[in-house]
């Protein structure tokens, strides 16, 4: 008898857990993790440091939208402001327009392998007619060079540093692609096209600390980065046509007929929907203003960027936000009738506003005056104060999608990470984010369950782990496109929950997270610099989570090996052996019932790997031991649960 039981404990010893363990506890808790120290410009506590810098695009910009062609005319004036260090001979602008040239790096390759941000046509790009700068005093044509989706101009003068002011002068063209990477285009409906307007000017590049001039080309996959400041614009277009944009709309008397007037201005004190213009005014001549061309003028502050949208198809509505200051903002949506339907367009107020309230009580307050909601051929696209959303949607899907890229408002529109490099760190903190407000949302109306939306299920975990899966720590427009979707979006935001739920708790991370969001408010964060914050706010060494996370595609397997009784009495207690067979640490719970019925819980912390693969633990049994569990709730995005559990034989 002694012998059989001793030879079930050996079976269970090698037989629950017989997959060779990969785990190395030196490569995991390696204490060099930072590849530099804190210095003045960025402090090793995560913070802007005392010296840090970032310069400063100024826009004034005024457009004309031709409709019979398609087209957009403009100017644009920019004030760059040089607050680097170094005296700068040249500059870079991006000149994104020009993804839509047949011969464009972006048609060779994403448009060649296909799916979302694939051209169907081709455009001539951003047409540069002319380019003056004014510095010193003095005007010139500088020479310059158009390289893709980039423009660098040289100067006659080097701009100086720490304070050196230049003005640009562009004249610029292009034609609006019909379907524009998904991010921009026009959607032509039963009561004429929808015009949805981005990266429609030639905008500076980032120069930084870190990297120089940024000047990665545009290819679809990878988003923005960009320098801050005030930008005005105006658009002028055909009287009968509705246009919304990025900011406030400084003109609105110039632009609504008398009734349509009175409502925007009704909507600004209203917490429900107000209709500004309604299906039945859209074909209705007796509204359209009695004039052939209106210019609709917006002003928004300390911004990256700006977009805007113009349709005579749009139905206008809106609602007041109400911010935690205090202050007001408006929450805006422009949609033709075909996204009228059940919970379709016109409850898409109800959930900007909402929405926006939501990230402004929670995180940081909305910046903008107003928060604009676009129906159009986009399926969803984020702008700061306006997004673009796919007129099909409704229900879920409007909610889904709406309140993901009024999200992105936070990341990156506020926290300006660069998104050409680190989707995770704008497309995985607004997934994250985006959860809460979920949960929220008139009672959770909107939080569903099911194996995609349970990221620790089996299926998911096989899926989000698989061998051939990117790591986060990827640009975007290397990760596979089938993997963005969990490279970019998924695992990222379940790594957030992980660290908030089983690592160091709500009360910390969310204090934590905050903080990060205060410090680098218009400011460009590095993955680092988030890394720091994170530590220093919430006390805790946290080098071998992103190493698992971010910096390495690591698994994580922890399965129960072994019950040893001491002194083979299993009254007298048990040893109970787990073991850690991938390289990724975590902490872990382990649920241990006896056959008597009693139950002990264990809360081990990820320091029990520290020293191996192995973990021995005692269990004050007085019965003999019937059920081992690790992760018994399932919190854990455990490779392969069927090692997980120990049963008596």
Known sequence: MKK???????????????AQSVYNAREAFNPQFYPYPGNDFRSASGEPGPRYWQNRADYKINCTLDTARHGVTGNVEITYTNNSPDNLKFLWLQLDQNIYRKDSRGSATTTQTG????????????????ITVEAGGKKYKPEYNVADTRMQVWLQDALKSTGGKIKLSIDFSFEVPEYGTDRMGRLNTKNGWVYEIAQWFPRMAVYDDIQGWNVLPYLGAGEFYLEYGDIEFSVTAPSNLIIVGSGDLQNPQDCFASDQLKRYKDAQ????????RGDKEIGDKKTWLARPAVTWKFKIQNTRDVAWAASRAFVLDAARINLPSGKKSLAVSAYPIESIKKDGWQRSTEMVKASIEHYSNKWFEYPYGAAVNVAGIVGGMEYPGIVFCSYNSSG?????VTDHEFGHTWFPMIVGSNERKYAWMDEGFNTFINDFSTE???KGEFKQQSFFQDPNSTFMVKY???????????????????NLGIAAYMKPSQMLHLLRDQVIGAKRFDAAFREYIQRWAYKHPTPWDFFH?????????????????????????????GV???????????????ENLEKMPMPVSILVKETNGKEHRFDLPVEIWQRGSEWTFHVPSTSEIAEVTVDPDKKLPDLNRDNNKYIKK
């Not at 059989?4 to 017989?18: D, E, I, P, R």
């Open 4 to 18: 059989l039981v001793f030879s079930a404990w050996l079976l269970l010893l090698t037989g629950v857990s017989q």
């Open 115 to 130: 799916g979302r941000w694939a051209n169907a046509s081709f455009t001539e790009g951003d047409v540069i007619s002319a």
């Open 269 to 276: 004190n209203s917490d429900k929907t107000v209709v500004i």
């Open 396 to 400: 879920a899907g409007l909610w889904g």
């Open 440 to 442: 929220e949302f008139n």
């Open 464 to 482: 989000t782990f698989n061998d051939k899966m990117d790591g986060l720590y990827n640009i975007p427009d290397v990760i596979q496109q089938d």
């Open 533 to 561: 914050t994170m530590e220093n706010v919430a006390g805790e060494d946290l080098s071998w989570f992103w190493r698992s996370w971010v910096l390495n595609a690591w698994k994580l397997d922890v399965a129960a090996k």
């Open 564 to 578: 040893k009784y001491t002194e083979k009495l299993p009254a007298k207690g048990a040893d109970v052996t787990i």
